[in-house]
């Protein structure tokens, strides 16, 4: 059980918990201060939109009292979460490195029907979607895959009601409220507004992943 107005906490096997949040928000306010004071045994913490996975080891703590910390823990943060995003996400990988700028030709096959969905022209969609600094909140789908957030609220789609069977490396794309780049072709259906060179994967460097959570990201508009 939960106390009235918390978060639902939720075991995941013998060495993990799932907590559901309200939002992005949340979930890196929760991920923040977790990680400025880290409680005994926890491994790692894996956020999502909307959830924040904590693995910890049996032997060091156990569910009902890390639940319960994380918890009050998730109380105590509710109120850094005030609806927007943080510009930078404390005790993550990204958030010690140079902000990142990201070339983009905006080129892509549905920059108009954006453009028609919003009410804006196609030269409007991009001057919003260059304007932000973006933060790369957390990772996911494909390995160097950052879910970016910081996106114009007139740009927060839903996904294509019918996703593309492939979609190519370096397509520039939003759903959903959050900006992404796929670092490699993939079956996708977000709205792909333009493409990058930029190679936003590559095993060779350490990390081999440029989109890391925590790190500053700036879109730049060059020729088509």
């Not at 919003?128 to 790369?136: G, L, Q, S």
């Not at 114009?152 to 789609?157: A, H, T």
């Not at 794309?173 to 792909?192: D, E, K, N």
Request: hydrophobic share 45%; aromatic share 4%; glycine share 12%.
């Amino acid at each position: 059980m939960t106390a009235q107005g918390a978060p639902p906490v939720r075991a995941v096997g013998s060495e993990a918990l799932i907590v559901d949040l309200a939002g992005t928000a949340e979930v890196l306010a929760l991920r923040a201060a977790l990680e400025r004071e880290t409680p005994r045994g926890v491994r790692e913490l894996i956020a999502a939109a909307r959830t924040l996975l904590v693995t910890y080891d049996p032997a060091v703590t156990g569910h009902e009292a890390l639940a319960a910390e994380v918890t009050r823990r998730a109380a105590d943060a509710a109120g850094d979460a005030t609806g927007g995003v943080t510009r930078e996400v404390p005790g993550t990988a990204g958030a010690g490195l140079a902000p990142l700028t990201v070339p983009v030709r905006y080129d892509g096959p549905d920059l108009a029907e954006v453009a028609g969905l919003t009410g804006l022209t196609s030269a409007q969609v991009i001057a919003r979607h260059t304007a932000p600094d973006y933060t790369v909140a957390f990772a996911g789908f494909a390995p160097g895959f950052g879910y970016l957030t910081g996106t114009d609220p007139v740009l927060r789609l839903p996904r294509r009601a019918e996703p593309r069977t492939e979609v190519p490396a370096g397509a520039v794309a939003v759903a959903g409220g959050f900006t992404g780049i796929y670092p490699r072709s993939s079956p996708g259906g977000w709205q792909l507004l333009g493409t990058t060179a930029l190679p936003l994967w590559d095993e060779r460097r350490d990390p081999p992943a440029l989109l890391v959570p925590g790190r500053t990201v700036r879109l730049r508009e060059v020729p088509r």
